[in-house]
């Protein structure tokens, strides 16, 4: 199982990013998909969730109504478009899936939001 996050980098507050996972060694299409992130000295914080068939969509509370979550299956590559981003969304980015009883992490990928 490999996750590749791509996508991050330096934003102004009230911007936006779109960050990317590309997956491989599974059935992406048969498997939900979750980003987390992690700010310096905090707990790594659950973001958002889709689900693999129909789609359906979790969001964590800091992120509800500015960030959304999405996937192509073709592509097995899940999605995570960020917009009015603040100074608090500043962390490292993580591509999650929960596989057989495991939970497989990408490497992360840095969003820093910064005037």
């Known amino acids: 199982v490999q996750l590749v996050e791509s996508g991050g980098g330096l934003v102004q507050p009230g911007g936006s990013l779109r960050l990317s996972c590309a997956a491989s060694?599974?059935?992406?299409?048969?498997?939900?998909m979750r980003w987390y992130r992690q700010a310096p000295g905090k707990e790594r914080e659950f973001v958002a969730q889709i689900n693999s068939y129909e789609y359906n969509t979790k969001y964590g509370d800091s992120v509800k109504g500015r960030f959304t979550i999405s996937r192509v299956n073709a592509r097995n590559t899940v999605y995570l478009q960020m917009n009015n981003l603040k100074p608090e969304d500043t962390a490292v980015y993580y591509c999650?899936?929960?596989?057989?009883?495991?939970?497989?992490w990408g490497q992360g990928t840095q969003v820093t939001v910064s005037s």
């Open positions: 060694g599974f059935t992406f299409s048969t498997y939900d």
């Open positions: 999650n899936v929960p596989l057989l009883g495991y939970a497989y």
